[in-house]
């Protein structure tokens, strides 16, 4: 099983995209 590891700033840079869209 391959697991994606995703940095911290990329979560922050997508929930910052969402709180935006909202």
């Known amino acids: 099983d ?3 590891l995703v ?3 990329e979560v922050e840079g997508v929930l910052n ?3 935006i869209m909202i």
Do not use: L, V
């Open 2 to 4: 391959d697991i994606e």
């Open 7 to 9: 940095t911290a700033e």
């Open 17 to 19: 995209h969402i709180r």
